[in-house]
């Protein structure tokens, strides 16, 4: 038997099974059967069968020996594809776009070198799904040059993209160490990293109120912040054509020479803040008294040093206590080096020159810089010291004390507003510990010129542009928790629209997880009258809804129930416990504070209600022993630290004048 294929004129040719036979010498054909109607790989595989092959099933004849990892993969080349990645960097496809898209995935899975790169792409489905399994380094170096020739033209379609006529521009400068010694961009700088003697290569970033990367520029790494203020501006009319826009930088980088500069083109606004002698000078002037947060912690003020300008002084207890704490840790530790160095003079059998041990103390006093709040006297070899106590009382009262300046009026941004959008500067601060860090890796830097420097920066920009937008989607789908966000977690961006949020089909038919459900089974929002942006309302919410699903499944645990019931509540209470102090930070950062502490007794009075008075009287000792601990620890350390300033005089019994 065999299949004939025969060919019709006018319809589609016949598939026979035929069976050939002898008769009478010659050689016959029947039809036994017309296969018309098979599908064409049915019909391929009887050719086969009556051909006398074997026909074996696929998992026999195949064995898988390895795999590449993909998953990854996807996730990465998925959201690049959701962005449009390949048409925000050329709208023809080639063989460099293929290159560059590889490097800023394999960026964000894996960030090494250009080799390392190649190397890496054979480990997994990367290379393979873009058609680059066969580049080598010098081809992506190649890719390097391509790409920075088009970085004018990529910046302009992410403004175009991102940034709105009116809206807020952030705007921050850090550096990264350079190894080698060939790039005129490294120089000897301030290392923001704390290194010495490194040459560094400084970046400025630009982003939109998110957060989300628009534009960066790469300088010398001698450069200083505000002399990298004229290129942004310069960025911002020109390169994207925004007339009107709110430029927000720290106290460090719009200096006063730069607002004088932003104030010579109308559209452009700014948000900063005061450096701390300014302040003093508001607060000698009487312009900012300190009474004015005896009943809130944000007050508007005005000055004639600062003409056409809105001045928010704010004051923040928290950071009060934090810089009070420092500074009595800093004046005990140089209060230490220098009982050391009268200890070593004093085992001197003859006296030391005056001269030298100035020169020793000099070098040891202000180490911890605190040197201003210190009379030092040296005479025949002997060492005296005390602390100022008027120095540190002068600087103590601007404690947790800052000021917020900007140009813009009262009618586009309230005080509040401009006290918050100044904070989002920590979103740039995230962008640089992204880049520098284990995520995306740009630093150390080995390029050896300078095009390939900065194009490297660039990609990296570009990778955390992906990983950025990768990071916002976890975090709308209710998954922040597992990229460790620091704040992200309880707090949402005050820019989150609906049309951002992405619902599946049956979000609809699923009640929030703030909602609360009543005895005739309807959901009611927890968050009546509370305003989106205070992230503490959400998190207090949360673990109230903790609490009661405790209690629910302690309900329906049968003869475990109260047992289940009191792990329920003891668990739920200790979570409430935990945040108190979170909810009082969060507290302080805005101005509603009376509105926080009623929101919170609210939601406490929840979590307790139907515990007995017993058991919750027993809980309430818990959860004030660690305060009660703390304060103890607290007056300990206050007390030591007043017995060393009243010992800390010769013990010759003379105190010697400067």
């Known amino acids: ?34 296969l018309s109607r098979l599908p064409p790989e049915m019909v391929e595989t009887l050719k086969r069968v009556f051909a006398g092959e074997k026909m074996v099933p696929a998992s026999e004849a195949l064995v898988t020996e390895s795999s590449l990892p993909t998953g990854h993969v996807r996730a990465v080349l998925g959201t690049m594809k959701h962005l449009g990645m390949a048409d925000l960097l050329s709208t023809r496809g080639c063989r460099e776009r293929d290159l560059v898209l590889g490097m800023i995935a394999e960026r964000v899975l894996h960030p090494c070198s250009k080799l390392g790169t190649v190397r890496l792409w054979k480990t997994s489905t990367l290379a393979g799904d873009l058609g680059v399994l066969d580049a080598s380094a010098n081809e992506l170096y190649g890719a390097l040059d391509w790409l ?18 009116g809206g807020q521009v952030l705007y921050d400068l850090s550096n990264s160490h350079y190894e ?24 400025g970033l630009l982003t939109d109120a998110q957060g989300r990367p628009v534009a960066v520029r790469v300088y010398p790494g001698n450069t200083g912040d505000p002399g990298t203020v004229p290129d942004q501006v310069n960025a911002l009319r020109d390169r994207f054509g925004l007339e009107r826009a709110v430029l927000v930088g720290d106290r460090g980088m719009l200096t006063q020479t730069q607002i004088n500069q932003l104030k010579e083109h109308p559209g452009l606004g700014w948000i900063s803040a005061l450096r701390s002698a300014s302040i003093r000078k508001l607060v000698e002037g009487e312009a900012l008294q300190l009474s004015l947060f005896d009943q809130q912690n944000l007050a508007e003020i005005t000055s004639p040093d600062f003409p056409g300008e809105r001045l928010v002084a704010c004051f923040n207890p928290l950071l009060a206590d934090e810089r009070r704490r420092t500074r009595e840790d800093l004046l005990a530790c140089t209060e230490k080096e220098l009982a050391k160095l009268a200890a070593g003079l004093e085992k001197r059998k003859t006296p030391a020159d005056d001269v030298e041990t100035a020169m020793r103390v000099g070098r040891r006093i202000n180490r911890f810089r605190v040197a201003k709040h210190f009379d030092v006297a040296v005479q025949d070899g002997v060492l005296a010291w005390r602390r100022r106590a008027d120095s540190i009382e002068r600087e103590a009262q601007l404690d947790g004390i800052y000021v917020i300046r900007t140009s813009e009026p009262a009618e586009r941004l309230s005080a509040e507003d401009a006290v918050r959008d100044y904070k989002r500067l920590a979103q740039v601060e995230r962008a640089f510990r992204c880049l520098k860090g284990i995520d995306l890796r740009v630093q150390p830097i080995f390029h050896r010129t300078e095009d390939h420097v900065r194009a490297h920066i660039f990609l990296c920009m570009l990778a955390y542009y992906v990983e950025w937008a990768m990071r916002r989607a976890l975090r709308l789908a209710r998954l922040g928790a597992l990229l460790f966000q620091e704040d992200e977690v309880h707090q949402q961006s005050d820019d989150d629209t609906e049309s951002d949020r992405t619902h599946s089909p049956g979000d609809a038919q699923l009640p ?3 909602t609360r459900r009543q005895d005739n089974g309807q959901h009611v929002d927890r968050r009546a009258g509370v305003e989106e942006r205070h992230g503490w309302a959400k998190t207090g919410t949360a ?76 809980l309430n000792q818990r959860a004030l022993k660690p305060l009660r601990v703390h304060r103890q620890v607290v007056q300990r350390k206050e007390d030591r630290a007043q017995e060393n300033q009243d010992a800390q005089f010769l013990p010759h019994g003379r105190f010697f004048s400067p």
């Open 1 to 34: 038997m065999y299949v004939a294929i025969v060919p019709n004129r006018n319809s589609k040719p016949a598939v026979l099974l035929r069976e050939s036979y002898r008769e009478g010498g010659k050689v016959k054909n029947r039809t036994l059967a017309n």
């Open 148 to 165: 920075l020739e088009r970085q004018d033209r990529i910046e302009e379609k992410l403004a175009k993209r991102h940034l709105a006529e």
């Open 180 to 203: 080698g010694r060939t790039c005129p961009l490294a120089r000897l700088g301030h290392d923001k990293d704390g290194r010495r003697g490194a040459q560094v290569i400084a970046y």
């Open 512 to 514: 929030s997880q703030n």
């Open 543 to 618: 673990h109230v809804d903790a609490a009661e699903q405790g209690q629910d499944r302690a309900g329906a645990d049968g003869e475990d129930g109260p047992r289940n019931r009191r792990d329920a509540i003891r668990q739920g209470f200790v979570r409430l416990r935990s945040e108190v102090f979170h909810d009082r930070v969060l507290a302080h950062k805005h101005s509603d504070g009376a509105g926080n502490k009623e929101r919170r007794n609210q939601a406490k009075q929840h979590m307790l209600a139907g515990i007995p008075t017993r058991q919750l009287e027993s």
